[in-house]
């Protein structure tokens, strides 16, 4: 079990019995949740850096700086893990060196966590709007804009993405196309 705190640590639990197997320190708060995959815990923190950690052993593998805050939660897709900052940037970076693939800005902060299906990355922004990137290049596919700022997660059901808004309204739109349904 992997917990990222308040007070600039990771920390790895034995999740049977409870018992601490290491502590990881960071430079900043952390207020996003942990992607793990393979022997990497993901996590981002308040210092700017999204940090690569060995499951095992809590050994910084690598660590990616953006311009502010990672509050975004990462998520890992294939050989690439994608994360929001409040930098007003998206980030896909590989998986295994933290080497940028792409990024791409957009009018305000992600505190989102993205979603990826068919290819496809689904980000909401503090910009008021649901983005739809290539997953492998970060090109848009469509920009939907609501009357709020996005600082929920998307999900997806079928060919149906669904976000929230700070405008008190839950959109439903087709994966295919930037169209309410």
């Not at 975004?72 to 940037?89: F, L, M, N």
């Not at 998986?95 to 992600?110: D, E, S």
Request: glycine share 8%; aromatic share 12%.
């Amino acid at each position: 079990m992997y917990i990222g705190s308040f007070n600039s640590k990771v920390y790895a639990f034995n999740a049977t019995t409870g018992h601490r197997l290491w502590t990881q320190p960071t430079d900043g708060p952390i207020e996003s949740s942990p992607a793990i995959s393979d022997d990497t815990v993901y996590i981002g923190s308040d210092d700017h850096r999204l940090y690569a950690i060995t499951a095992t052993t809590g050994h910084i593998r690598w660590k990616y700086t953006t311009g502010a805050a990672v509050n975004s939660c990462p998520v890992v897709a294939g050989d690439t893990v994608y994360i929001g900052s409040e930098d007003d940037k998206l980030y896909a970076l590989n998986a295994t060196t933290g080497h940028l693939r792409w990024v791409y800005a957009t009018n305000g902060p992600i505190d989102s966590s993205v979603i990826v299906f068919n290819g496809i990355v689904y980000v909401g922004s503090e910009d008021h709007s649901l983005y739809a990137l290539q997953a492998a290049t970060g090109r848009v596919r469509w920009i939907y804009t609501t009357n709020g700022p996005i600082e929920s997660s998307p999900a997806i059901a079928g060919n149906t993405i669904y976000v929230g808004s700070f405008d008190d309204q839950i959109y439903a739109l087709k994966t295919s196309a930037s169209r309410k349904i």
